[in-house]
């Protein structure tokens, strides 16, 4: 597959549960070594996910889902909209590929999307603080450390520390 395949546009609802197939899979996998499997199981389910979490997550103002496809196949995913707790600041919510579309480009095609959505918005997102790759991937794309921490506990006793991360609106210092 060239990169070149690979269209980007927002996806509907009655796609929700396509996009959670392939979300899934690969969210379970970036948790490898801080939150077992079987505790991923009580987390979440591609079901909650499409029925539930997708739902809530893009029907608030201005909010959108965007997905990669090449093929008729769902390769990328992400969510992001207005954080409506500080002005001028778009919040990435999710962003995902899937395994056999890597060094597609898909991730950053995905992600210059979500920056370029409102060029006068600083782009913000919270990453495990653990989660290297991702960490590394953002860098090298020119979000910062914002000094946010954030600890998720998605289950009782269940702790994971995140980092803020930040991509600054042109113009900005
Ligand atoms: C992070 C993720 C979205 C990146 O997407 P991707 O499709 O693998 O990356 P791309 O093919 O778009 O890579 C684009 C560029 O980033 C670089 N890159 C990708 N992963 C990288 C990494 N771990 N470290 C440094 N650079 C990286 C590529 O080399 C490429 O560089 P270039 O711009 O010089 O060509 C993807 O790997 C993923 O889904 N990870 C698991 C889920 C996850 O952790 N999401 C983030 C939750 S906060």
Wanted: proline share 6%; net charge positive; hydrophobic share 40%.
């Amino acid at each position: 597959m060239k990169s070149t395949d690979v269209k980007i546009r927002r996806a509907g609802p009655t796609e929700f549960a396509k996009v959670a197939d392939m979300h899934y899979p690969v969210w379970r996998r970036s948790w490898a070594g801080m939150i077992e499997d079987y505790l991923l199981d009580v987390i979440g389910t591609p079901k909650l996910w499409a029925e539930v979490k997708y739902p809530e997550a893009v029907n608030r103002p201005g909010w959108g889902m965007w997905i990669a496809e090449a093929r008729n196949k769902i390769l990328g995913m992400s969510i992001y909209g207005p954080d409506f707790s500080t002005a001028n600041t778009t919040r990435l919510e999710a962003l995902y590929t899937a395994d056999e579309a890597k060094s597609l480009r898909i991730g950053v095609r995905l992600l210059n999307k979500a920056v370029r959505s409102n060029p006068s918005s600083d782009v913000i997102l919270w990453c495990a603080e653990k989660n290297e790759k991702a960490r590394q991937f953002y860098e090298k794309h020119d979000f910062q450390l914002d000094g946010r921490t954030h600890i998720w506990k998605p289950l009782p006793g269940i702790s994971v520390p995140h980092v803020g991360y930040r991509h600054k609106a042109a113009g900005q210092a």
